[in-house]
């Protein structure tokens, strides 16, 4: 607490006793004060459970920025301070904090004078259910508003819902259509949609794939001719060319994005679309903004490029006005004035470019565009029109469609028409594909989501409405079957948690629900009855709704719809309870699990193997398929990787080599002393051998764990670092991952990270010059994931956990060179890597990297040598 607020025990000798400060801070605010602050019903409780009065007007600039500046990356008081300009002061210093806090507040009504007066009035009277204070903010900034510079009221009133017009041209229409309408691709199975035609004057011929990198060595900044690069894109090309499969092998440095987007920009020119998936946005982000313009600033095209994603993602228009028209929370007033300030300038309506705090994340499904409801032709009579329709429009002209796995496998599973149809398909971080098919093609049936799929249905604004008038006993059948759903709730997730193991500490709420478990335990049946009830009890809740429906005039379409489709997620959970309660398929993996976070209980089922379900989605769908990440060969073969995607019989396998010298640049440091991952004494030996290392490197080391439990023990065990300058940061208990790398890169630190830290973090130079794993990363062998697919296997441990481990291993390896100039070492804490007779597949996956294996004592010299860091005490 000392090192957070600068507060020393001295600084407290003589300070008054608290009550009589109290007194001093009541008689200082009076009787109408308000109470500014950041988070300020944090301190509020405090003082109030101090002795201050309770009824002091608030005024929170966390909330209100998240209003005012919906799309800032980050909410918190230095942030958004470094954002606006301010300069800053002490953090966790109260007074600094409440000047910057201040200043803050200042920013924010200078932000909000901006913004048109319809949008100000409108924030004004909705504000009322977030209190008087902000009542008042927004009626200062709109007398503010008024002065020559402001337009008239109704010069800007389209504005209000209309947004910042068209994605490409910003005027609102439609976006320049590049070719003619085609009919379909050779594959067939997708609805017509245009395609780009090749632009006046372009070859028709193939162009030499080589002659554009040559074109990219001398007008792209900063570009450097990698061989890899080359035979990757001259693969792409004669795939794109001939036809067929190929699954690719690029390592961390090589450039795969440039290797398949000048391909694909190639192939634009000639009149063929190639849609682009990744797994993470910041990929999809980088391609978009980044790669694609520099791209063909380069090599002097201009092919349309459009980024698409799911329809939960886009605002609806429609839908919104009428959540606008009937938020009545706090949550749902926030929500419908964040999003009323951010249709002033977006203009894709994706919900990626806002900043959703606390609920809001919960009510965006009430807001989006979804399957029944939405439909662009009415969306068209909302000021500023659907998101959606724009870009899917958007797509259907453009030559380059960059999407994301799960809109790529939907769009195949439900045989839907989102996505444009198009000739080449190629996969990025493809590594990913297996789990998110199983997510796709899977079924889950989640308490929270049931209850709050009835709340919508129960609350939908026909239901509401028909209460009112003469048509009550339909509103009230409605309300008696979503009731007599939510008792069967009650009664099937008792009995589902019934099921469920006493859990053993820092274990996992799971459990794998088989045939032999659902023939043999006495627990299983009830829980059988149960479901039929609740299926039967959603059943009558759609039904009540359509027979409401079936009587809305039409004046209430809106309303008809927002409940129609509210019975159709309701209707969704009865599939969910058939494929996992009563009528599993022959190879589903059917699991019960808790969630960490919210204590809900989950019923999920996925597929056993998804390799026929991707090679329906992907092979059948395009002319060619590209597969390709840094992490899919174990010990240089791609033939596990092949089998889990389904196309070993056809794929083209290529495994290029590393643009880096590891052999120079990296060190495989395994102590060869400490004690096993099982054994009692391994996290203190593990906690004190990071330290060592830490200490050497002045922080800059990146520790992974398999496991949250080990971590926790790990980073408090690691606490005494902090008294030496070296930060201690571990994923979920300092903050957000976002805000722990960010004080990584600012230095002298340890980082702690589990699953999303292996892969996706990029520390290059000195950020990072050592990465600890702490064990060899194999899968909880009854996971009911793990376990159901590994009975596809005459060995599951040899030929699934143990090429399954080695991928992941490998990623872990990859976070520490980044460029060729990197240096560094890794240091793995598991000697069964060098003991045990699967060994050599684990050392065969990585790089051809010197290997060293020494007494822990000397581990820590070693890793210094490695960084360039002086040379190593010898043993």
Same mark, same amino acid.
């Given at each position: 607490?000392?090192?957070?607020?600068?507060?020393?025990?001295?600084?407290?000798? /003589? &300070?008054?006793?608290?009550?009589d400060?109290?007194?001093?801070? %009541?008689?200082?605010?009076?009787?109408?004060?308000?109470?500014?602050?950041?988070?300020?019903?944090?301190?509020?409780?405090?003082?109030?459970?101090a002795?201050?009065r309770?009824?002091?007007?608030?005024?929170?600039?966390?909330?209100?920025?998240?209003?005012?500046?919906?799309?800032?990356?980050?909410?918190?008081?230095?942030?958004?301070?470094?954002?606006?300009?301010?300069?800053?002061?002490?953090?966790?210093?109260?007074?600094?904090?409440?000047?910057?806090?201040?200043?803050?507040?200042?920013?924010?009504?200078?932000?909000?004078?901006?913004?048109?007066?319809?949008?100000?009035?409108?924030c004004?009277?909705?504000?009322?259910?977030?209190?008087?204070?902000?009542?008042a903010?927004?009626?200062?900034?709109?007398?503010?508003?008024?002065?020559?510079?402001?337009?008239?009221?109704?010069?800007?009133?389209?504005?209000?819902?209309?947004?910042?017009?068209?994605?490409?041209?910003?005027?609102?229409?439609?976006?320049?259509?590049?070719?003619?309408?085609?009919?379909?691709?050779?594959r067939?199975?997708?609805?017509?949609?245009?395609?780009?035609?090749?632009?006046?004057?372009?070859?028709?011929?193939?162009?030499?794939?080589?002659?554009?990198?040559?074109? =990219?060595?001398?007008?792209?900044?900063?570009?450097?001719?990698?061989?890899?690069?080359?035979?990757?894109?001259?693969?792409?090309?004669?795939?794109?060319?001939?036809?067929?499969?190929?699954? #690719?092998?690029?390592?961390?440095?090589?450039?795969?994005?440039?290797?398949?987007?000048?391909?694909?920009?190639?192939?634009?020119?000639?009149?063929?679309?190639?849609?682009?998936?990744?797994?993470?946005?910041?990929?999809?982000?980088?391609?978009v903004?980044?790669?694609?313009?520099?791209?063909?600033?380069?090599?002097?095209?201009e092919?349309?490029?459009?980024?698409?994603?799911?329809?939960?993602?886009?605002?609806?228009?429609?839908?919104?006005?009428?959540?606008?028209?009937?938020?009545?929370?706090?949550?749902?007033?926030?929500? $419908?004035?964040?999003?009323?300030?951010?249709?002033?300038?977006?203009?894709?309506?994706?919900?990626?470019?806002?900043?959703?705090?606390?609920?809001?994340?919960?009510?965006?499904?009430?807001?989006?565009?979804?399957?029944? %409801?939405?439909?662009?032709?009415?969306?068209?009579?909302?000021?500023?029109?659907?998101?959606l329709?724009?870009?899917?429009?958007?797509?259907?002209?453009?030559?380059?469609?960059?999407?994301? +796995? $799960?809109?790529?496998?939907?769009?195949?599973?439900?045989?839907?028409?989102?996505?444009?149809? &198009?000739?080449?398909?190629?996969?990025?971080?493809?590594?990913?594909?297996?789990? @998110?098919?199983?997510?796709?093609?899977?079924?889950?049936?989640? !308490?929270?989501?049931?209850?709050?799929?009835?709340?919508?249905?129960?609350?939908?604004?026909?239901?509401?409405?028909?209460?009112?008038?003469?048509?009550?006993?339909?509103?009230?059948?409605?309300?008696?079957e979503?009731?007599r759903a939510?008792?069967?709730?009650? !009664?099937?997730?008792?009995?589902?948690?019934?099921?469920?193991?006493?859990r053993?500490?820092?274990?996992?709420?799971?459990?794998?629900?088989?045939?032999?478990?659902?023939?043999?335990?006495?627990?299983?049946?009830?829980?059988?009855?149960?479901?039929?009830?609740?299926?039967?009890?959603?059943?009558?809740?759609? $039904?009540?709704?359509?027979?409401?429906?079936?009587?809305?005039?039409?004046?209430?379409?809106?309303?008809?719809?927002?409940?129609?489709?509210?019975?159709?997620?309701?209707?969704?959970?009865?599939?969910?309870?058939?494929?996992?309660?009563?009528?599993?398929?022959?190879?589903?993996?059917?699991?019960?699990?808790?969630?960490?976070?919210?204590?809900?209980?989950?019923?999920?089922?996925?597929?056993?193997?998804?390799?026929?379900?991707?090679?329906?989605?992907?092979?059948?769908?395009?002319?060619?398929?590209?597969?390709?990440?840094?992490?899919?060969?174990?010990?240089?073969?791609?033939?596990?990787?092949?089998?889990?995607?389904?196309v070993?019989?056809?794929?083209?396998?290529?495994?290029?080599?590393?643009?880096?010298? +590891?052999?120079?640049?990296?060190?495989?440091?395994?102590?060869?002393? =400490?004690?096993?991952? +099982?054994?009692?004494?391994?996290?203190?030996?593990?906690?004190g051998?990071? $330290?060592?290392?830490?200490?050497?490197?002045?922080?800059?080391?990146?520790?992974?764990?398999?496991?949250?439990?080990?971590?926790?023990?790990?980073?408090?065990?690691?606490?005494?670092?902090?008294?030496?300058?070296?930060?201690? *940061?571990?994923?979920?208990?300092?903050?957000?991952?976002?805000?722990?790398?960010?004080?990584?890169?600012?230095?002298?630190?340890?980082?702690?990270?589990?699953?999303?830290?292996?892969?996706?973090?990029?520390?290059? /130079?000195?950020?990072l010059?050592?990465v600890?794993?702490?064990?060899?990363?194999?899968?909880?062998?009854?996971?009911?994931?793990? #376990?159901?697919?590994?009975?596809?296997?005459e060995?599951?441990?040899?030929?699934?956990?143990?090429?399954?481990?080695? *991928?992941?291993?490998?990623?872990?390896?990859?976070?520490?060179?980044?460029?060729?100039?990197?240096r560094?070492?890794?240091?793995?804490?598991?000697?069964?890597?060098? !003991?045990r007779?699967? /060994?050599?597949?684990?050392?065969? %996956?990585?790089?051809?990297?010197?290997?060293?294996?020494?007494?822990?004592?000397? @581990?820590?010299?070693?890793?210094?040598?490695?960084?360039?860091?002086?040379?190593?005490?010898?043993?």
């Open positions: 607490m000392a090192r957070l607020t600068g507060i020393r025990p001295e600084d407290l000798a /003589g &300070a008054p006793a608290l009550p400060a109290m007194r001093g801070l %009541s008689d200082f605010l009076g009787d109408d004060a308000t109470l500014l602050g950041h988070n300020v019903g944090f301190d509020a409780a405090f003082l109030e459970r002795g201050l309770s009824d002091l007007a608030r005024l929170d600039t966390a909330e209100l920025a998240s209003i005012v500046l919906p799309t800032a990356s980050s909410y918190a008081l230095q942030r958004l301070a470094t954002d606006e300009a301010i300069l800053p002061e002490a953090a966790h210093r109260a007074l600094h904090d409440a000047l910057t806090c201040a200043s803050v507040l200042n920013a924010l009504a200078r932000r909000a004078r901006a913004l048109p007066p319809l949008v100000l009035e409108e004004r009277q909705q504000a009322s259910l977030l209190g008087p204070a902000y009542v903010f927004f009626e200062r900034a709109l007398l503010g508003s008024w002065d020559a510079a402001a337009q008239p009221v109704g010069a800007r009133s389209a504005d209000v819902a209309g947004g910042a017009g068209d994605l490409a041209s910003g005027s609102g229409g439609a976006p320049p259509a590049l070719g003619m309408p085609r009919t379909g691709n050779r067939g199975g997708q609805t017509a949609s245009e395609t780009p035609s090749p632009p006046a004057g372009a070859s028709a011929g193939r162009a030499p794939i080589m002659d554009a990198f040559e074109a =990219l060595a001398t007008s792209l900044p900063g570009y450097e001719d990698r061989p890899e690069q080359r035979e990757l894109a001259d693969a792409i090309e004669r795939t794109f060319e001939e036809g067929g499969v190929l699954v #690719a092998e690029a390592g961390t440095g090589i450039g795969k994005s440039l290797a398949y987007l000048v391909p694909a920009l190639g192939r634009a020119t000639k009149g063929e679309r190639t849609i682009v998936s990744t797994y993470t946005v910041p990929l999809q982000e980088q391609l903004r980044k790669d694609l313009p520099a791209l063909q600033a380069a090599l002097g095209t092919v349309p490029v459009a980024i698409l994603k799911g329809r939960s993602h886009y605002l609806c228009p429609r839908r919104w006005q009428a959540f606008r028209a009937t938020a009545a929370t706090r949550e749902e007033v926030r929500l $419908a004035l964040k999003t009323l300030v951010w249709r002033q300038t977006t203009a894709t309506g994706d919900r990626a470019e806002l900043n959703l705090m606390g609920g809001e994340a919960a009510l965006w499904p009430r807001i989006s565009s979804d399957d029944e %409801s939405c439909d662009g032709r009415r969306c068209g009579r909302v000021a500023g029109g659907c998101y329709e724009r870009a899917r429009e958007a797509a259907s002209r453009a030559g380059v469609v960059v999407v994301n +796995h $799960a809109l790529l496998l939907y769009d195949a599973r439900m045989r839907s028409s989102l996505l444009p149809q &198009a000739e080449h398909a190629v996969v990025d971080e493809a590594h990913h594909i297996e789990d @998110v098919a199983a997510d796709v093609f899977g079924f889950r049936l989640e !308490e929270h989501r049931v209850r709050r799929d009835l709340d919508r249905a129960a609350r939908s604004p026909l239901v509401v409405e028909a209460l009112r008038g003469e048509r009550a006993e339909l509103g009230e059948a409605v309300r008696a979503v009731e939510r008792s069967a709730v009650d !009664e099937t997730f008792a009995l589902l948690v019934a099921v469920l193991p006493t053993a500490p820092g274990g996992e709420d799971k459990l794998r629900i088989t045939s032999a478990f659902r023939a043999s335990d006495d627990r299983w049946l009830p829980v059988e009855l149960a479901g039929e009830r609740l299926a039967d009890a959603l059943a009558g809740t759609v $039904a009540a709704c359509d027979r409401l429906g079936a009587q809305a005039s039409p004046d209430e379409e809106d309303m008809r719809d927002e409940l129609a489709s509210a019975a159709l997620e309701v209707a969704g959970n009865r599939t969910a309870i058939a494929r996992g309660i009563h009528d599993p398929r022959a190879g589903d993996i059917v699991w019960l699990a808790v969630d960490a976070v919210s204590g809900s209980v989950g019923l999920y089922v996925a597929p056993g193997h998804v390799g026929s379900l991707v090679r329906r989605a992907l092979v059948e769908r395009y002319d060619s398929v590209v597969m390709t990440s840094a992490t899919l060969a174990v010990a240089g073969s791609l033939d596990f990787t092949l089998e889990r995607f389904g070993a019989d056809i794929a083209a396998p290529l495994v290029l080599g590393s643009p880096f010298d +590891h052999a120079r640049q990296s060190t495989l440091i395994v102590p060869s002393d =400490l004690a096993y991952p +099982h054994d009692p004494s391994f996290s203190t030996e593990a906690a051998l990071v $330290a060592d290392i830490s200490r050497a490197l002045g922080g800059r080391t990146l520790v992974l764990f398999t496991s949250h439990a080990s971590l926790r023990e790990v980073a408090a065990l690691l606490e005494p670092l902090e008294t030496e300058g070296i930060a201690v *940061l571990a994923q979920g208990l300092g903050g957000s991952r976002r805000a722990i790398v960010e004080r990584f890169r600012q230095g002298s630190a340890v980082l702690l990270g589990t699953q999303s830290f292996w892969e996706g973090v990029d520390l290059p /130079g000195e950020l010059s050592c600890v794993i702490a064990k060899l990363p194999f899968a909880v062998p009854d996971d009911p994931l793990v #376990a159901g697919r590994s009975e596809r296997y060995d599951p441990f040899r030929e699934f956990q143990v090429p399954q481990a080695a *991928l992941r291993l490998r990623q872990g390896f990859g976070r520490l060179i980044r460029t060729k100039t990197d560094g070492a890794v240091v793995l804490l598991d000697r069964r890597v060098l !003991e007779e699967y /060994g050599p597949t684990f050392i065969a %996956s990585l790089p051809d990297v010197r290997l060293r294996r020494a007494p822990a004592q000397y @581990v820590a010299g070693l890793v210094a040598e490695a960084a360039g860091r002086g040379s190593a005490d010898r043993a």
